[in-house]
């Protein structure tokens, strides 16, 4: 897979970043001017599952997770970077100006998982969609840059693992610099699914989603890629990871389904 896990999350043998170990955490606090957008609609509610014991002989072995209810359609989190960060966390290739993420492309670790993460987890939610609008500013001069999102992850045993999507260049001296865009688990060079794709140098609406297990992919509306896969049928970590690439993300939310 792609990307790094920014100490909360890890990406693998494909071309992408990382935060596990070798990554700094981007505090950065840039100033930006107002944003006037409207805070997100949450509507989520949390209800325990299951009710303590009150028997003092009893030892609990496990605290389970409460399960959120959620609306389809919910807007659960929307991105404000208007003051920086904003209590993101990531790898030091990621910076805000003006209310903008950047990636500066210079990140070339190579693990799975988000190289940046927002600050906002999903445990208890199983399925949704994230919407991210990218525009590409250039790729780096070396083999394989990549960009994408990852999804329904988890850390285990200091190893990230979930599904992400990746868009861009596998060993493009090899196979004649095709761009493409691929949905992927642990093993990026042997993808669920992948079709050719460019995203070139304009601004897209990139949504994935995952609901039951159902994967989809979206680039500006239009349903590019989609698999079934029974392996990450939870996970609550998410986020954007970027190799060798400069980028420009201009919105990100998340939405119930």
Excluded at 132 to 137: A, D, F, I, L
Excluded at 216 to 241: C, H, M, S
Aim: proline share 7%; charged share 10%.
């Amino acid at each position: 897979m792609l990307g790094g896990g920014v100490s909360l999350l890890a990406h693998s043998s494909q071309p992408q970043n990382t935060t596990s170990g070798n990554s700094t955490i981007n505090t950065d606090t840039a100033t930006a001017p107002a944003d006037t957008a409207t805070a997100p609609a949450d509507t989520v509610t949390a209800v325990p599952t299951d009710t303590p014991t009150t028997d003092p002989n009893v030892t609990p072995t496990d605290t389970p997770y409460p399960t959120v209810q959620t609306t389809p359609g919910t807007v659960l989190y929307t991105s404000d970077w208007s003051s920086g960060l904003n209590g993101w966390a990531g790898s030091a290739d990621w910076k805000v100006l003006n209310g903008v993420l950047l990636n500066d492309g210079t990140n070339g670790n190579n693990s799975p998982g988000p190289t940046m993460v927002p600050a906002y987890q999903l445990e208890g939610i199983a399925d949704y969609a994230m919407e991210v609008k990218v525009q590409v500013t250039s790729y780096q001069n070396n083999n394989n840059p990549f960009f994408g999102f990852a999804l329904r992850g988890s850390t285990v045993s200091g190893n990230w693992q979930g599904y992400e999507i990746g868009i861009g260049y596998l060993d493009a001296q090899n196979n004649g610099g095709l761009c493409n865009a691929r949905i992927i688990t642990s093993d990026f060079n042997n993808p669920l699914t992948s079709t050719p794709y460019d995203p070139g140098k304009g601004l897209h609406t990139y949504r994935f989603e995952a609901k039951g297990n159902n994967l989809k992919f979206f680039v500006n509306g239009g349903n590019i890629l989609e698999v079934t896969d029974n392996l990450y049928l939870t996970g609550p970590q998410l986020g954007i990871w970027c190799y060798h690439t400069e980028l420009s993300v201009t919105a990100f939310r998340i939405i119930a389904l």
